[in-house]
């Protein structure tokens, strides 16, 4: 096909006129051919000229800039996706300092709070007991004075009875004496 | 064939004895250039991140040349990227102004056609030369060849060779007036036919005008693609 459209094309370049008249094929008529050679070199030429020296560059540009905007956004998405992380990460962090802090807070707190109301507890038993005990002593200081002031008063009391009784003053120190000796023998049944 | 017919518009003129004037075939070229630079310069007026619908069309165009040159002709051709992609956009604007009622189809021409594929020829040939020396001939001898068939494989090689302007242009050619051509006897018929029997061929004049879009754009590709291919076998030696 091809081969046969190129010797069709020589035959009729050898004889344009002839086949031009008979066919009637337009492109085939040279008058015009040096025109057509003329313009189409020249609009072909400032086509190519206007093209490479202005617009390609141009879009060029245009793209180039587009790809390296496209690619400094995704490298900046992923460095604050990775700061974000590092960022997480420390705030996590921080989360579980904090916790750690709390619990020995509270337990802190705590041990003090047992300790002090331990020692609170521990002094004001000490107090009671002393108290205890001091009231002990007034109690058996208490006893000891009522023993002799009922000594004393058993002596008067005996001394008088007697003398009324008998009508005869006795010696109060053998008075005093045997009261003693009964009291003593029978302290026991009235403590 | 009237919509091929070249005719004068304004006067005549002549240079050392040549007819230069200007013709409605200069007219359309004048036409297809200025849509392509308008298209152009508005697509690439403003410098937005986010594109508007021209200014994406022109980095389509941009991005599809730029990707046919790198597929079939690598690195090595980055030099020769604005003058293929003046080229496609050149052979597909004067293809589909052509597609319009009643323009003209600068492409429809032989000698339009030709005097592309020349230049292109000769501009390889001699960027073949420059890049390699008289190693360029040794794209006329294919290795692994039998040395029996050697002779007779390098003529097959230097005639196709030089065939390939021929073959560049005439496709291109043929291609675009055959169409044309097609739409004409079509539309023809439709008239012919009359109101009963005009619609078979009106709505296969319908179809053919999708397929000769389609034809317009396949064109200029392959005018193209082809031109890549030239322009690598100069600049890479396979053979």
Do not use: C, G, T
């Given at each position: 096909m091809k081969s046969f459209l190129s010797f069709i094309l020589i035959i009729v370049s050898v004889n344009t006129d002839l086949y031009a008249a008979e066919a009637g094929m337009p492109q085939l008529d040279p008058t015009y051919w040096a025109s057509q050679v003329f313009w189409l070199i020249l609009v072909f030429s400032i086509l190519?000229?206007?093209?490479?020296?202005?617009?390609?560059?141009?879009?060029?540009?245009?793209?180039?800039?587009?790809?390296?905007?496209?690619?400094?956004?995704?490298?900046?998405?992923?460095?604050?996706?990775?700061?974000?992380?590092?960022?997480?990460?420390?705030?996590?962090?921080?989360?579980?300092?904090?916790?750690?802090?709390?619990?020995?807070?509270?337990?802190?707190?705590?041990?003090?709070?047992?300790?002090?109301?331990?020692s609170k507890k521990d002094k004001i038993e000490k107090e009671i007991e002393n108290e205890i005990v001091k009231a002990h002593r007034e109690i058996t200081a208490l006893k000891k004075n009522s023993i002799t002031s009922i000594q004393n008063i058993s002596v008067n009391i005996a001394g008088n009875i007697i003398e009324n009784l008998s009508g005869d003053k006795l010696n109060e120190s053998s008075v005093k004496a045997v009261v003693e000796d009964v009291s003593k023998k029978n302290l026991d049944k009235y403590l | 064939m009237q919509q091929f017919t070249v005719h004068r518009i304004g006067p005549e003129i002549k240079i050392a004895g040549i007819d230069l004037s200007f013709t409605n075939a200069s007219l359309f070229m004048i036409l297809s250039a200025t849509l392509i630079l308008l298209l152009l310069f508005v697509g690439s007026k403003e410098k937005k991140i986010i594109p508007d619908k021209i200014q994406l069309i022109t980095e389509m165009f941009y991005s599809f040349v730029a990707k046919m040159i790198s597929d079939t002709a690598g690195s090595k051709a980055k030099p020769y990227f604005p003058f293929i992609f003046s080229l496609f956009m050149f052979v597909l604007f004067c293809n589909m102004v052509g597609m319009l009622p009643y323009s003209f189809t600068v492409t429809s021409h032989i000698i339009v056609t030709l005097i592309m594929a020349l230049f292109i020829f000769v501009a390889v040939t001699i960027i073949g030369f420059i890049k390699h020396g008289f190693k360029y001939l040794s794209i006329f001898v294919p290795s692994g060849v039998p040395t029996v068939l050697m002779p007779l494989i390098t003529i097959i090689e230097i005639i196709s060779y030089l065939s390939r302007p021929v073959s560049l242009s005439v496709r291109l050619f043929a291609n675009m007036m055959a169409g044309h051509t097609m739409l004409k006897v079509f539309g023809g018929f439709v008239v012919s036919l009359g109101i009963l029997g005009g619609w078979l061929p009106l709505s296969f004049s319908v179809a053919l005008t999708g397929l000769e879009i389609l034809v317009a754009f396949l064109q200029a590709y392959v005018f193209a693609i082809l031109t890549c291919i030239y322009l690598n076998d100069a600049l890479n030696l396979h053979h």
């Open positions: 190519y000229i206007s093209i490479a020296k202005f617009y390609l560059p141009k879009i060029k540009n245009n793209l180039d800039n587009r790809e390296n905007k496209i690619k400094e956004d995704l490298e900046d998405a992923n460095k604050f996706k990775d700061q974000s992380e590092i960022k997480l990460k420390e705030y996590e962090k921080i989360l579980e300092n904090a916790k750690k802090e709390v619990s020995k807070i509270y337990l802190e707190s705590k041990n003090n709070l047992d300790k002090e109301i331990r | -």
